[in-house]
């Protein structure tokens, strides 16, 4: 196992320099939101802002904003938004997988329990999408509330066919474009809309942030069964003991023989955790990361050219240079 | 007890013939809804839609436009879209409450679990935000927005104050017109704005749901004390279990000897199941109760002169009758 198949910190992902000072702005308005919330409940909000996240979807949104003729405060606070609703699902994916830590430190589950973190959740969400209206375009407004009930959508149907063996990869790339793919997307999309760019733009942004969300779902999915738990920082190999069928798995199902199928099934349905010799032993296991990673690198470079309506520039390339990281760590997931 | 201490029906406390059309219209909506969901979360959306409420929010909202020059279609979506949000959030009360029954059939939770019902709420919270933004107005978007902040900051608050024996009346009255008051509030002060009147005019209709809807929480508190489990058809006596200090006890606990406090707070913390002997045992229970009574029917008599701004009729007619219903009810609860 290469040691750096690792969950990318965000200088790796992205040319920080290039966004830092907009970075930066994101994270004095999302203290500044905290304070917006009841003086009461301030100390919780304050803590999930603190403890949570990479800042992707407000890079992604800073970027496309920086490309298409430079960011504005709208940027930033759709950066803000964004990532205030990622937080809102963290925070309630973490009570549904009864997670105890999350990049190091307590979740807030295990801080002040489930009653109060689903609420904690909700206060986010919430805000997030009152922010919204701060657009005064009520396009926007309804654009982010529709990927917000996309992402809610995408966790229900990934929890409702948790150890269902006829989930199709079609249902697997449909629940990954809602639960993922959404945010990301509205993150290019509406960036793009925000800097005055025409509807074909919107659609051709909103189309790079869909197919990169999606393939860094499929990476995620990857890391889960062949990372290394100290390098990535969080437990691994749980997806298929929560019955969470990914494209690996479903390549493997594909591919094995009625027996191997039968073995396997029998295991997911079991809830036992797979040891990986066991899961190489099963089935053409790597064949099976091979093709996943194909997959998402393939979409990868597809979302490349729906770049074309972003002028040449470091913004741009770092566009790019986005998805040759994200390349590179899928590669090093091949065995 | 008289077995008339219920949880009124709509019936009762609205004057159903008046608003069945547009309630119907509700109805229809809250159907139409559920199709914008994804195929495969529909029917989880429709059972939750199906199976809780009185409508109460879709009736105020209602009352205010008929009296206010006549019902429209927006009128209807305020409905709508506050019950949606109000339904997200019995589905994370009930996952709180850990609650199998809700109106004598099985809650989300449930029938699903927790993990499904915390997602379900959320996709139904988003989707009701959301839909604020067919209004075309950001100024009606944002105030949806911001009462359901408050909602979900209000639970908090409660949640976490549970068993904190220095809690306030002044904080459960804050708790209670966050979490009840505000979206009682938003369905009359945004249905006079939906029908044109003035600031003003939607200040004070603003002022009456409040009043209303904090009025019915300390109805909801004593009936919780005092109510027949038979009559109002869900498990009572649970807020004290619970560590929910309602205004009946915060008076029981302001009125009583330094002994009894004592002894009462030793039961609370202690988590006991409170019988009614016991309590009326420990300090001037009945007065407790009276003089929660006496609060919220000051609040009613208050709230009916915020319907000044309205012209006489029906409808103004019938928002003065749900106040008077309601005071009857209250009067009911006196020992």
Redesign the interface.
Known sequence: MPASTANPTPGELFPFELVRPDLERVEISIREQVRA??P??EP?VAYVCNTSGKRIRPALAILVGGAAGGTTGDHVKLGVLLELIHM??LV?DD??DGANTRRMVATANAKWG???S??????L???A??L??D?????I??KV??A??E???G???Q??RRFDLTLTKADYFKVIA?KTGALFAAATGLSAKLSGMDADAEDRLHAYGMKLGTAYQIYDDCLDLVGSEEVVGKTLRTDLVKGKLTLPILNLLESASEAQRLKLNKRILAQEPLDLPVLLGIAEYAGAIESAVDTALAMLAECRDDLAPLPDGPHRDALVQITRFLGGLLEKCRR
Chains 1, 2 share one sequence.
Do not use: K, P, W
């Not at 689903?118 to 206060?123: E, K, M, P, R």
């Not at 657009?135 to 396009?139: L, V």
């Open positions: 919330f009841d009461a409940i919780y809102a699902t309630h009570i549904i489930n009653s109060l689903v609420l904690l959740g909700d206060a969400f919430s805000h999408l009152t919204a209206t657009f005064d375009s009520i396009e407004c309804r509330g529709r917000a009930t992402v809610c959508q966790e229900i149907i929890t409702q809602m």
